[in-house]
Structures are given as structure tokens and as C-alpha cells.
């Protein structure tokens, strides 16, 4: 079964107990540094920050009455640990989560703190992988893929359906791009409305930590069947627009979902309606991206 609208539609009832309908915020500085009309779907004050807690939990209580015995498992860099962790303990199952030594001290404190069996690998997907295949070998669990799974993808789409919903005459919205999840359940959910999706420049070791992994070939497809327009940004970008945002509208976000501010920065959108997903705001803030000479050279690059 492929996700379409009415798949969103069905998420939106699912877990409507569960999730924050968050506020859709708008700043006159930001239109300004834009150049369009902005309306932020604000995600970052979602529960546990980031708008991967409607996917984990479609998918948790999409799960049988035996599935869900067994408990849930994934591999994730923070945000889908912490939200899966804490849409398993509100259906009362255990959460195995794997996560990379790499991974931010204060996402790897959230995960637990959230109820999840943490257990940390080396930092590659293949890394990932195989330690999560030995959890689900010793567990049993249910695998929740980040992105890579109908319920999650159906679950993603439902921020832009309830933005869509409070701004029905948006010209475009705009997505970051890791995994593709939140922007294929996007595309599904607003269809015909252009999407634009943000992705680093150097996937590898981006500051844009929740973006660090490529689509799935479902995802991709997706993308590919709503001519999703997709804009590169480098890490001054990155690192440039989080702090505009955190500087003009005084909202805590994150660098992944500074990729959508920067895209829709760079899009030259003229005066267009325009959503923003903004997709998470969990920072260490011990290791902001500005404090170093390094990122202040970065952040000199992009104001020009």
C-alpha cells in the first residue's frame, strides 16, 4: 500500500491524542530576510521537539495488539530515538534504540530520559545496521525505520496538513532533506502546492546532524513523482540562518531545520505565501554552532 492523502488524513485521527497541533508562527523580520510572506509550522514545539513524533507514533499504534508486545526498535541520530521512545512508553512497550557515539550528549539524554534502551555503535550506517539487526535478534522488537516506512512517512505529511489547514493559499513550502520522510509525507499531504526541499552540501559531516543520511528509493520516489525542487545549501547557510532565526523571531531551533530557513532564503521565492516546516529545535547548548572561530568565519561567509 503506497502513501496518498487519504493515508495522512487517517494518521491525522491516529494520533491526534498523542501530538501537539502546533502553532503556526509568523515574524515580520523574517518575511524581510526572506523576501516573501512566512508561516512557520513550529515543529521544534512539538513533544520532544521535533516532528518526528507523529510518524513514531502512527506507526506505534498502527502496530497489532501482539506487535506491540514486543516492543520497537530503530536506529537514529536523536530525534526519531526520542520519539519512538516516547511513543512507546504512551503505549506501554519497551524502545530499543541504537544510536551512533557521535550523536549530541543532549539528544543521547533525551532518548533515555524518554524510556529507550540506548545502545551506541560507531558512526556509519553500516555501523547502525548491524547493531540494530542484534538488537532485534536479541529483543524481538519491531523495527521503525526513521524514514523508510508508509506509517511514519503518512505520520510526517500531517504538520503540513494541519499547516495547510490554519493557511489554505500557500504558493510553496519548504522541507529539509535528510532521510526524505518529512518531505515525501509533505508532498503527499499538500499535492498540488510546490514543495522545495533544503539539503546540506556536505551530507557527511554536516552541523545539520539530523540530515546526515540520503532518501530511501521509496522516499526518493516520492520526491521524484512531486517534482520536489531541491536547493543545496552549505554550512554557512546552515549556521547563517539558524542564528537569523534565532536572533529575529527568538525561536530555539535546530541546524536541520535551519536547511529549510536557508532554502527558502536562497530560493528567491518574491513575495510568495510561503511555509516552513520547521522540523526540530533539540541543541546542545554547550556546542552551539556559532561558538568557535570556525563557525564565526562561517557565519561572516554568509552575510557576505
Known sequence: MSVDRARVDEAAVRIAPFVHRTPVLRSHALDHWVDAHVFVKAEHLQRVGAFKYRGATNAVQSLTESGARRG????????????LALAADARGVPAYVV????????KRAAVRRYGAEVT???DSLDARRAVLAEVLDRTGAVEIHPFDDERVIAGAGTAALELTQEVPDLDVVVTPIGGGGLCSGTCVAVAPIR?????????????????RTGCSART??????HD???????EADIVGAMRVVWERTKQVIEPSAAVAFAAAHAAKLDGARVGVICSGGNVDLDALPWSSATSRQLRRSARG
Not at 520497537?72 to 520519539?83: L, R
Open 72 to 83: 520497537v526498535a530503530a536506529h537514529s541520530s536523536g530525534n526519531h530515538g526520542a520519539a
Open 99 to 106: 544510536m551512533p557515539k557521535t550523536a549530541s550528549t543532549a
Open 120 to 122: 551506541l555503535c560507531d
Open 195 to 211: 514543495v522545495i526541499g533544503g539539503t546540506p552540501r556536505d551530507r557527511a559531516s554536516t552541523v545539520a546532524d539530523g540530515l
Open 220 to 225: 526518493k520516489a516520492i520526491l521524484d513523482e
Open 228 to 234: 520536489v525542487e531541491q536547493i543545496v545549501v552549505d
